[in-house]
């Protein structure tokens, strides 16, 4: 099992910058992918950035050049730097987690999901 802890979401206006977190723990023995996803009221989850063993992004391309995903691979935490953001980003986001267990046995997590609120 993994346990994911976002945190760094809120209320900011147009323009303004937010960034998020995601701690995994738990008995695995090394995390593939953290990535971000995020749900607008009345769509579908939407990739929003990836990162691969903590080297490899990927971004959508409504957030290239303005959202940073990075990890801190001693903490296993990754996070989400929102800059430029736009009511279009409003949204809850969630966490994801690829973690390795064995050689032979991977699992995917979601965190719980931080509300990001963009409006004047």
């Known amino acids: 099992q993994v346990q994911l802890v976002e945190s760094g979401g809120g209320l900011v206006q147009p323009g303004g910058s937010l960034r998020l977190s995601c701690a995994a723990s738990?008995?695995?023995?090394?995390?593939?992918?953290m990535g971000w996803y995020r749900q607008a009221p009345g769509k579908q989850r939407e990739l929003v950035a990836t990162?691969?063993?903590?080297?490899?992004?990927n971004y959508s391309d409504s957030v290239k050049g303005r959202f940073t995903i990075s990890t801190d691979n001693t903490k296993n935490t990754v996070y989400l730097q929102m800059n430029s953001l736009k009511p279009e980003d409003t949204a809850v986001y969630y966490c994801n987690v690829d973690a390795q267990f064995s050689p032979f046995r991977r699992a995917d997590y979601w965190g719980q999901g931080t509300q990001v609120t963009v409006s004047s």
């Open positions: 990162i691969t063993r903590g080297i490899s992004t």
């Open positions: 738990g008995k695995f023995v090394r995390i593939n992918v």
